[in-house]
């Protein structure tokens, strides 16, 4: 699997934790014999849990803490006043270096601030992102896109940014030597969209010429073509790209609901559920969004996964899996080294941009 | 059906056109006897088609001309050159009172742009906007979700103004006596969001508060939440509705290629398809985005109906139908008595935040 690492966990986060967050730690550790986890929460609840699995023996250290940042709890609120939370402790493990990633299924805004305050920003990043994996139809099985919601707002050369943050993301865990970058808008046409997002294309386009940038630049990309795979890093801010995924979220349970529906109808639906199940239970798979959790906090000086709130022990051991590939590959340190890279580049595009835009 | 109206028809416009906008006239004619069409386009190539079908003898009037905006035009230069294009005639004929509506395929960024200058905006209205149906599994089967691309923008008067808007649209379309409203956000907190988004929810909390505003409010809606039916009319800005649509429209493409997929892998799952062929064109009927055709222009001194680009027949008859509807409804001038019964609560709702911001 390789070298050994520790992960540092948030026992207490999410809508089934502790138990979803045991067993899932417990489905890695099946799959991934390097792995220990630094727990953080209460001890009289979770030390229960481990003793039922066999294969977490000997592998974990609980860190006891009583305090849980609730789900709906306010970010700023849970900054304050939660320093002595599961969600917080679990971040300084990994600022403190007893563990090279963090992964919780908490309240998302709150961990998203603690993030800010306890790891703080990369250097040269204004606006950490979230970055998602997105099913597609093409070459590759998923694409990258980010923001899906650290920050409301994105500007030009924050979009810039998300790309070479992206692209070091796509290296490791697409596969993708050279990333295809594309920004999200509302047409591919040169002309439309917001300004800033026009800004970004400028900057990306002059960044991409260049032999050494690691990534293509393919333009502007329509949210429907997000799931053909022509680009496997898409960048957008945090309000659009939120939308974006809740609006493929809720089209998908739409449609199965209508599915169901459907194969429940008369005596011959009935009957070719019955043969299809197969098939349909191949293509759930498929689009299964607990494969693919895990959203990835990049622009920080430290590693944290978020899982989804509501994930079960599969959901949530897909997030810790992606936390070790991650830290594995060391993308903290790459994406540092990217960005020095391309800091100058961003740098020289947004001035010449804005005084083009004064001359104007 | 209603009185007789006579609807402004783009012949050109469209992937398809002219063949499929004589079809989808010839349908909708069928289905209501009442109305007459009013073709603007090439004469040699329209009056053959014409010939074919029967049933809109005696109910057409070509008005020639050669010119057509082509789909990729830029806006601007379509406004600046295209005035004797039939796009631009067949907004003409609105604003000159022949016809009470008018339907185009055509590119929607110059439709939207000439539309602006040959109908002009309504009284108090910045940002026109589009607005789409949106299939829902609620109590209606459908909900309004508008600014769909008009504009990349949309500040917090010009969502509250969508929301009248909407909410009149939903009253004809929808049969929703009192609409349910929602602004369209990243969370349902309070506290989550763009500032434009948290004032636009203050305001219009502060409308639903009279006895007499037409609607409720719902407050922050996500995404994911669209299709439950939950709200009748969803605002947002044009940006983030275009990519929510095009998200939504990408899912439903990528699910339905990998059900074609699972129903052809092996000999059971064939077998499947063959029953399960009913249910399975019940659904695609249920979410045919051909039924659903049509973006209506709302917040312009005249109706325009934007029918799909790659839209058939059957698509074009739809958006004819809404365009009938709509207009026997009277949409334009309710929509002009609302705002200039809203257009003072808005202003003092935005004046008090502007003051109360300066104070902070």
Not at 29 to 46: C, E, M, Q, S, Y
Not at 281 to 290: E, N
């Amino acid at each position: 699997m390789g070298h050994e690492i520790t992960l540092s966990i948030d026992a207490m986060g999410g809508d089934n934790a502790p138990a979803s967050v045991i067993d899932g730690i417990a489905m890695q550790a099946k799959r991934d014999p390097d792995t220990r986890f630094l727990l953080h929460g209460d001890t009289a609840v979770i030390e229960p849990l481990l003793a039922k699995r066999k294969i977490l023996e000997g592998r974990t250290d609980i860190r006891h803490t009583d305090d849980v940042i609730e789900m709906d709890a306010k970010p700023a609120v849970a900054v304050r006043r939660g320093r002595q939370s599961s969600l917080w402790r679990a971040l300084e493990s990994v600022r403190d270096g007893e563990a090279s990633a963090m992964v919780s299924a908490g309240n998302t805004g709150a961990m998203m601030a603690m993030a800010l305050f306890c790891l703080r920003r990369a250097t040269g990043v204004d606006r950490p992102a979230i970055a998602a994996l997105w099913p597609t139809r093409g070459m590759r099985e998923h694409c990258i896109v980010l923001d899906m919601g650290a920050d409301v707002r994105a500007d030009a050369a924050d979009l810039a940014k998300y790309a070479v943050m992206g692209s070091e993301y796509a290296r490791i865990a697409l596969g993708a030597d050279t990333p295809r970058v594309a920004v999200l808008n509302v047409g591919v046409e040169e002309t439309k969209g917001r300004p800033e997002v026009k800004e970004a294309a400028e900057i990306l386009r002059e960044m991409a010429g260049h032999s050494d940038c690691g990534f293509t630049f393919n333009g502007f990309i329509e949210a429907n073509a997000i799931p053909t795979g022509e680009a496997d890093v898409i960048v957008t801010d945090g309000f659009t790209g939120n939308v974006a995924l809740k609006a493929a979220e809720g089209t998908a349970q739409f449609i199965s609901g209508h599915l169901r529906g459907a194969f429940e109808h008369d005596w011959s639906s009935r009957l070719a559920a019955l043969f299809a199940m197969a098939s349909l239970r191949r293509l759930k798979r498929r689009i299964d969004p607990r494969r693919v959790n895990g959203g990835v906090f990049l622009g920080l000086d430290g590693l944290a996964v978020k899982s989804h709130g509501s994930a079960d022990a599969t959901g949530f051991a897909a997030a810790v899996e992606l936390a070790a590939t991650m830290s594995r590959a060391d993308v903290i340190k790459r994406i540092a080294g990217q960005l020095e890279f391309s800091l100058e580049s961003i740098n020289a595009v947004t001035d010449s941009t804005d005084s083009d835009g004064a001359r104007q």
